[in-house]
């Protein structure tokens, strides 16, 4: 009895026991304030919801934890397991997307077994049985936990496309078999200490628990998991600027440019070397190794003769996609001639290219092309048809305006460097209104990049589209 309707009510018996939401408050914590739904099942036992930001029905897949509860580990701090920290780095997590919900199930101590149990299990541990065998020795599953009431809770407040953040694949399964799809398990593993390790080598050998990630937060990043333990400033920085990125999914649109303060991406002569410092151009590196692929115009290529590649980072280098609507990019340029990576050359219908080498291919772009340039729909249509769909168009100033003027960029990223250039080459313009109530605007981050900043712009968010 979710809702009123004897129609609802039958619905929410479909998939397991039937649960009725019974009360709504706001909870403030050290991640900020965060929605709380109070629960009844009809078995009589209480479970909570705390959820961030707008969670409804036909949303993107939202971030959502399944918290079993643990008195010992939750509220008495215990170190033989890791669940106090798991919820703490959960609550931390939603709270850093924006939106996404915990959902705290009673009834599950122990693994469903019960506290006075749970604890009488720890004492056959310390005689030296591992959890599963002291589980059964009790005349007890390994695993007795229920998850029906779970998926019609998330059923409830709309979220039936979830993202779910566990380590363990039959939480998975068990969602899955009650209706809600999952689309995506990001595991969630806090570092061992000496009084759980052995209970977290259990959990992975006999329970099929996701194992630890190699490679730090930036290659956990790469592999699109957000690291939930990062001890050191710069790895928590990274996570900070980058995590945000992975709510997009499969389809993402960055744009980014380096410019003066007066507004100049290079001199009037077009050199651009370098506008912004090394630090930016990290960044840089860092978004190309996010993308599937990076855009850039004719111009771009001809003036700089850029590589496109990821080398200030490790990470795969993206697919490079020159936009050539007359075909004027030389054949001696890098991306052209060098193949560190698959190159698309986009030409316009009236443009004539001669042979090229085996890591291009030219692709006629008929439609959306005018003496402007080539319009941001019909690219990333062409993309996305390819399995391109997290892409970063990076130059020059007016392939930038024109994918942002269309509405076409979902974060933009604009780096000021502290000099002042006078003349030359703009960055961002496009037509603008009369009156400054009518400016592009959008809520903001900024970054320090050594002696830069960068400031990115939230067009749209994932979460909330």
């Not at 002569?269 to 004719?298: K, P, S, W």
């Not at 037509?431 to 981050?445: E, I, N, Q, W």
Request: aromatic fraction near 4%; charged fraction near 25%; glycine fraction near 12%.
């Amino acid at each position: 009895m979710v809702s009123g309707t004897a129609a609802e009510q039958d619905w929410a018996h479909a998939g397991g026991p039937a649960v009725e939401r019974t009360v709504e408050t706001v909870l403030p914590t050290r991640y900020g304030p965060f929605r709380m739904i109070g629960y009844r099942a009809d078995t009589d036992v209480e479970h909570l919801a705390l959820v961030r930001g707008a969670v409804e029905r036909d949303t993107p897949a939202h971030l959502v934890r399944l918290h079993s509860e643990c008195l010992t580990g939750d509220a008495l701090g215990s170190l033989r397991c890791d669940c106090g920290e798991q919820l703490d780095a959960a609550l931390r997590m939603v709270a850093r997307i924006g939106s996404g919900a915990v959902v705290y199930l009673r009834g599950h101590e122990g693994r469903g077994i019960g506290l006075l149990e749970k604890l009488r299990a720890y004492a056959l541990q310390d005689q030296g049985l591992d959890t599963v065998d002291a589980n059964t020795v009790l005349g007890h599953p390994a695993d007795a936990r229920d998850y029906g009431a779970a998926a019609e809770i998330l059923k409830d407040l709309g979220l039936t496309r979830i993202r779910l953040l566990s380590s363990n694949p039959a939480k998975q399964m068990a969602l899955e078999e009650h209706g809600i799809e999952v689309t995506t398990r990001q595991s969630l593993i806090i570092p061992e200490r000496a009084e759980n390790a052995r209970y977290l080598a259990t959990k992975q050998r006999r329970m099929n628990h996701d194992r630890p990630v190699a490679g730090g937060a930036w290659q956990q990043l790469l592999d699109g998991a957000v690291p939930v333990w990062v001890e050191s400033p710069p790895e928590q920085e990274l996570v900070h600027r980058y995590a945000p990125l992975l709510q997009y999914g499969e389809q993402m649109v960055l744009a980014q440019l380096g410019l003066s303060m007066d507004g100049f991406i290079a001199s009037r002569t077009g050199d651009a070397e370098f506008v912004t410092g090394e630090e930016d151009r990290e960044h840089l590196h860092r978004l190309r190794a996010i993308v599937d692929a990076v855009v850039v115009g004719a111009s771009t290529v001809a003036q700089d003769d850029c590589r496109l590649t990821v080398r200030a980072v490790s990470g795969p280098n993206p697919v490079r996609v020159v936009l050539d609507p007359h075909g004027r990019v030389p054949s001696g340029a890098y991306v052209l001639t060098e193949g560190d990576a698959p190159t698309l050359w986009l030409v316009g219908p009236r443009a004539s290219v001669g042979e090229v080498a085996s890591h291009v291919e030219v692709v006629p772009l008929r439609g959306g092309v005018d003496d402007d340039g080539m319009d941001p729909d019909s690219v990333l249509g062409m993309l996305r048809g390819r399995g391109l769909g997290r892409v970063l168009v990076e130059g020059g100033g007016r392939t930038v305006s024109r994918f942002v003027h269309g509405g076409r960029v979902d974060r933009l990223y604009l780096t000021v460097a502290p000099l002042l250039i006078g003349d030359g080459v703009p960055g961002i313009r496009f037509d603008g209104t009369d009156a400054l109530s009518g400016a592009l605007t959008a809520p903001a981050r900024r970054f320090l990049l050594g002696r830069d900043v960068c400031t990115e712009f939230t067009f749209r968010d994932a979460t909330a589209s």
